[in-house]
């Protein structure tokens, strides 16, 4: 249910509109979209699906420099399926962990995106490479998640080369890493940096709302070049969880603290609260530039 304009209402951006309004008034909006609509063949080591889907390609918790389909914001709580995309899929997996995924995504204002990729498992390590013909770009890239002794190591690398064809190019890179770690007593730790070579470095440039946009680019996971983020959870009880989320923005000098307590009422029902404080700088000024505390209960069926 949504309160408000149609045009600040998620619209499906899918080759197929599968969104609804239920009730469209002034004061009162019942928005519907399906995320999830395909059809699968399957046999042996083969899969073939058609349709709307989840293609998830990220390895990372936070950022995603790989997920060329369905790059999304953590800061967008309420969004927890993540978007689909409309694609036609052919999967092949193989032995000793290894597998190959194709992907054919049309668009009808676009142009196309067909990639590949390819996954194996050596060294303790599980390390992916793709390539693709990415709208007007090609992309290369690698992804690989581990430990380094106790502590879980993972990272994704995609490099965009741009208007490869034409006279004029703006290449970018995308790398995001991370590190956590549990300790016995259920405190668990993260902490993630991402570099995004088309980010800003100047205060004067930085928008909240490219921050708070529901779904973004690969090419452009953070406004900032440089991003930081170190999340901390502790459980309360066995129900009742904790965790503190801290995200820095290096040279536009922004930063977002989200803490949350989730409480687990039943196998079917959670409860939320979560708080998010946006934090940047102003004529010189660092101040809070939005605030916001929510009640989210989600029923799982």
Known sequence: MM??????ISSDDGLVDLSYFIVDNTNFKMHSMIDRFWLKYQKNKIEISIGRQRVNW????????????????FIDFDYIERPGSDVIRF?????????????????SDQGAVVAGLYKINKLGYDFQFL?????????????????????????????????????????STSLSTSVDYSFKNGFYILGSYLYN???????????????????????????????YLIQASKPITPAINSSLTILYGKGVNFMFISPNITYDINKSFD???????????????????????????RYSF
Not at 60 to 73: C, E, H
Not at 137 to 166: C, P, R, V
Not at 200 to 220: G, I, M, W, Y
Not at 291 to 297: A, D, E, N, S
């Open 197 to 227: 070579s088309n980010g800003f470095s100047d205060p004067s440039v930085f928008s909240l709302a490219s921050l708070t946009e529901n779904v973004l680019s690969p090419k452009n996971l953070m406004p900032s070049k440089n991003s």
């Open 271 to 297: 409860l939320n609260f979560i708080g998010q404080f946006f934090y940047g700088e102003v004529d010189d000024d660092f101040q809070n530039l939005l605030k916001g505390v929510y009640l989210q209960i």
């Open 58 to 73: 990220g390895i990372n918790t936070i950022w995603n420099s790989n997920d060329l389909f369905n790059a999304y914001n």
């Open 131 to 171: 390539g693709a013909n990415y709208y007007d770009d090609i992309a290369i890239g690698t992804g690989w998640a581990g430990n380094i002794k106790n502590a879980g190591f993972k990272g994704e690398l995609t490099y965009f080369i741009e208007s490869i064809f034409g006279t004029q190019q703006k290449n």
């Open 91 to 107: 999967q092949y997996t193989g032995d000793n962990l290894s597998s190959f995924d194709l992907v054919y995504k049309p668009s």
């Open 3 to 8: 309160f408000g304009e149609n045009s600040y």
